[in-house]
């Protein structure tokens, strides 16, 4: 793979570059663009004649300055130059199919644009841009941890679509300090961010600044907690294109509006290649070692770095597209335990079968030793995106429970509550559950990461 890596680490001659199509295409030759940031406009160059080709730059650049919108100045249009509103443009897209966002995106950035493929169902995107009929290409990041499966499936993508996937490697120093003076498996015990820095996001920044615009697989559904609002196209909040500084890269989204069960339909529909993993349960897939098949009642983001929390489960790619949904946004709970919403976050698991607990209400639980009725009571977060998978199966249980003479219940616990529940409640992450037998003094938390309704009848009826 060596002669993979080495694309992006020379000059290539326009004639050189294999597209889409498996056929080489000449590079038209641009005049360097312009960013004008307050109203999120690029200057997109037409093509110009006699102009040398320009060099692909294979240097770590820094991550956008963070120079505010309000800061940037609207250099003068130059002649031969189009100005593009890309909020405008994305306001007009917003109801587009993605095979007609596709071709626009190929068809503004032509050879200064390229699919970023992961080797998940993000091979929608292929299928898509072979469909327009126009030359397009296509990079990967190889982090050197991928599953066997997933390298079989880049070949496998390569000779069905007669495409050169450019693969971009790490950078051999920065994994050998890491691995030498952390471990191989550092992610595990401090987080997996310095890691996915060194393996993913430095090779991303190095293979986009040989670009004007990327094309991404990121959708809305995919983790509603914080990928809510991606829009279709947009000026790249943090990463820097061909010509450098904030706001030079325009970076693509053509299935934000899609919902996961589509792209599959699409997928099937159109008999093209997929990831044999996704036969074994996986659904987002990345590295070997953080990805694992999800099960019943879970996200499919909830396979990706499952030791941590909810709101960790990013690598940085899309860091500019990722809202914090954590414990800022907080539903006020009253003594009573009566729940609203604070921030447009809704609350979930509102049914008349499930009680909506207050803190005084659950410390009552903790300290009866021989209660009444025996508990079930979920600590959950309305924006984390694990509870709002799990939600359809727990209100399932609740009705099932009814009247049998279990309490099924819920408690808010993160902002405030977190660290009570932390320490008092068992709360590693959410959702997690916790089962209050009548004749015990502390609670017996659930085990299994199965949601499913017959998984956690089993452990009721092993317990009660």
Same mark, same amino acid.
């Given at each position: 793979?060596?002669?993979?890596? +080495?694309?992006?680490? @020379? ?5 050189? %570059? ?52 309000? &800061? ?10 189009? /100005?593009? &509103? ?19 995106? %190929? ?34 990041? &190889?982090?050197?941890? %991928?599953?066997? !499966? ?9 000779? @069905? ?24 498996? +550092?992610?595990? !015990?401090?987080?997996?961010?310095? $890691? $996915?820095?060194?393996?993913? /996001? ?40 061909? &010509? ?33 993993? @996704? ?7 990345? $590295? ?68 909506? %607990? ?19 009571? /979920? *600590? ?6 694990? $509870? ?50 009548? @004749? ?12 499913? /309704?017959?998984? *956690? ?8």
């Amino acid at each position: 793979m060596a002669s993979a890596a +080495s694309i992006s680490h @020379h000059v290539m001659p326009p004639r050189e %570059l294999f597209m889409g199509s498996g056929r080489p295409v000449e590079r038209p030759s641009v005049a360097a663009s312009t960013v004008s940031f307050p109203s999120r406009r690029l200057l997109v160059a037409r093509p110009a004649h006699n102009v040398e080709p320009i060099r692909r730059i294979d240097s770590v650049v820094p991550a956008a300055t963070g120079v505010s919108a309000s &800061d940037m100045v609207i250099e003068e249009k130059r002649e031969g130059e189009e /100005v593009v &509103d890309f909020e405008k443009l994305a306001a007009e897209l917003e109801d587009a199919s993605p095979l007609e966002i596709m071709d626009k995106a %190929l068809e503004k950035f032509g050879n200064d644009i390229a699919i970023a493929f992961s080797g998940a169902e993000d091979v929608a995107l292929i299928e898509y841009a072979h469909l327009t009929g126009r030359p397009f290409r296509v990079f990967s990041l &190889d982090t050197g941890r %991928l599953n066997p !499966e997933t390298y079989r499936f880049f070949d496998e993508v390569e000779k @069905h679509y007669d495409v050169h996937i450019e693969y971009m490697f790490p950078d051999a120093v920065e994994v050998q300090t890491l691995v030498r003076s952390k471990g191989l498996f +550092s992610f595990y !015990e401090d987080g997996h961010q310095e $890691c $996915c820095r060194v393996r993913k /996001v430095r090779p991303l920044r190095r293979a986009l600044k040989g670009l004007k615009a990327w094309i991404t697989g990121q959708r809305k559904d995919q983790s509603p907690g914080t990928r809510a609002h991606i829009p279709i196209v947009q000026v790249d909040p943090s990463f820097e294109g061909l &010509d450098g500084g904030p706001g030079s890269l325009i970076k693509w989204n053509p299935v934000a509006n899609v919902e996961g069960k589509d792209i599959w339909n699409f997928l099937r529909t159109m008999n093209v290649p997929v990831n044999s993993l @996704h036969s074994q349960g996986y659904v987002s897939i990345g $590295c070997e070692p953080c990805t694992r098949p999800v099960l019943p009642g879970q996200h499919e983001r909830e396979g990706r770095w499952w030791w941590e929390d909810a709101k960790a489960k990013e690598c940085g790619l899309h860091k500019g597209n990722i809202k914090e949904g954590g414990d800022s946004q907080r539903v006020g709970v009253n003594g009573n335990g009566v729940a609203g919403s604070v921030n447009g976050t809704p609350d979930i698991l509102d049914t008349q079968h499930i009680i909506n %607990l207050g803190r005084p209400g659950i410390e009552n639980l903790l300290k009866l030793e021989n209660r009444q009725e025996p508990w079930l009571v /979920v *600590l959950y977060a309305p924006w984390c995106q694990f $509870c709002q998978a799990m939600e359809a199966s727990y209100v399932e249980l609740a009705e099932k429970l009814s009247g049998s003479g279990i309490k099924v219940g819920k408690f808010r616990a993160d902002g405030d509550q977190k660290p009570f529940a932390q320490q008092e409640l068992q709360l590693g992450s959410f959702p997690t559950i916790l089962f209050f037998p009548k @004749h015990a003094s502390r609670p017996i938390k659930y085990p299994s990461e199965k949601r499913d /309704v017959d998984s *956690l009848l089993a452990f009721i009826d092993a317990l009660r």
